[in-house]
């Protein structure tokens, strides 16, 4: 199991989510906490890269950007960013 953090700039987006989007996101920490490397690469041209992103919500209206701390077992959000 992984570590889940989250930076106090992408605090602040989760912190402006709207209610309804909330369950999504919380659906998406337990994804991180087991199994974050099943995310995309945030680049494709570098697959290998510790960051990644992932789309949640019902119809796809989140994204989440992220790294993988592989030595320490850490998930760090760093970015929240929802268009619903």
Do not use: G, K, Q
């Given at each position: 199991?992984?570590?889940?953090?989250?930076?106090a700039?992408?605090?602040a987006q989760v912190d402006g989510l709207p209610?309804?989007?909330l369950v999504h996101y919380a659906e998406l920490i337990?994804?991180?906490e087991l199994?974050?490397?099943e995310g995309p690469p945030y680049r494709?041209?570098?697959p290998d890269s510790g960051m990644r992103r992932?789309?949640?919500g019902h119809d796809g209206e989140g994204l989440a950007v992220y790294v993988v701390l592989e030595q320490d077992r850490r998930v760090v959000v760093v970015?929240?960013?929802?268009v619903g």
């Open positions: 199991m992984y570590r889940y953090e989250i930076v700039d992408a605090r209610t309804e989007a337990a994804f991180l199994t974050p490397n494709d041209d570098n992932m789309i949640f970015s929240v960013t929802w």
